[in-house]
């Protein structure tokens, strides 16, 4: 069963490795063999693994990649966050990019995540 703040991502990150809650992860930006990991305290890591990675680690229910070079924290997508530029809106401002392949599979676990959070 899942626990709020238990779940952690180790990071090697400036020669050491630092741990940060999996509920704290807002969005990851890949840049090739590079991903940035943005934090919801507003803070960015960079660190030399590839988004594919981060992928296999985070739970699918929670963390959903919407683009080749974005994957998202769906507790932080507004929930008005579609508009004809296919583009996400986190609660921080951000917007990124829908990959048009990937547009049904996102709607679908979108409303899929809602569901769960009013049953």
């Known amino acids: 069963s899942y626990q709020r703040g238990t779940h952690r991502i180790t990071l090697p990150y400036l020669n050491r490795t630092i741990f940060i ?3 704290d992860v807002v969005c990851l ?3 090739g063999n590079y991903t ?3 934090t919801r305290d507003r803070k960015q890591y960079l660190v030399s693994k590839t988004l594919k990675e981060f ?3 985070l739970d699918p229910t929670i963390f959903l990649r919407i683009h080749k070079s974005y994957i998202v924290n769906l507790a932080y997508v507004q ?4 508009n004809r530029e296919r ?3 986190l609660a921080d401002g951000r917007e990124f990019a829908i990959s048009r392949r990937r547009m049904k599979d996102i709607t679908q676990k979108l409303a899929q995540y809602w ?3 009013l049953n």
Request: proline share 0%; hydrophobic share 40%; no cysteine.
């Open 87 to 89: 583009q996400v809106r």
């Open 36 to 38: 940035f990991l943005f």
């Open 115 to 117: 569901q769960r959070l």
């Open 21 to 23: 809650a999996v509920d």
């Open 79 to 82: 929930r008005s966050m579609f």
């Open 29 to 31: 930006q890949g840049e």
């Open 55 to 57: 992928e296999k680690t």
